[in-house]
Nanobody
Framework: QVQLVESGGGVVQAGGSLRLSCAASGRTFSSYNMGWFRHAPGKVREFVAAISWHVGSTYYPDSVRGRFPISRDNAKNPVYLQMNRLKPEDTAVYYC????????????????WGQGTQVTVSS
């Protein structure tokens, strides 16, 4: 089992920044591909970013590319999502997720999920 705990959410004004962290415990975490997703009320869950465990390749949808870099430290734990130039439409609960298969993360069906952290961007 892998346990994921997000932190760093909060309320910020449009144009501001927040950094989310995802700490993992359990199995050998460094072998897991990591992703961030978000879920806003009335919308479907959306893929936000992913990073591969092996070479650290990163993946983003157009909606956040260039604003939300994902990273992990040398020990590969925790994983960060730096959110810059935030917009009101970025308001959502943000979830960290992990899977041994990168394709599963990119498809939006990773095995392990955190409990989520709320991000609210005021206009």
């Amino acid at each position: 089992q892998v346990q994921l705990v997000e932190s760093g959410g909060g309320v910020v004004q449009a144009g501001g920044s927040l950094r989310l962290s995802c700490a993992a415990s359990g199995r050998t975490f460094s072998s897991y591909n990591m992703g961030w997703f978000r879920h806003a009320p009335g919308k479907v869950r959306e893929f936000v970013a992913a990073i591969s465990w092996h070479v650290g390749s990163t993946y983003y949808p157009d909606s956040v590319r260039g604003r939300f870099p994902i990273s992990r430290d040398n020990a590969k734990n925790p994983v960060y999502l730096q959110m810059n130039r935030l917009k009101p439409e970025d308001t959502a609960v943000y979830y960290c997720a992990a899977d041994l298969a990168l394709s599963t993360v990119l498809r939006g069906t990773p095995t392990y999920w955190g409990q989520g952290t709320q991000v609210t961007v005021s206009s």
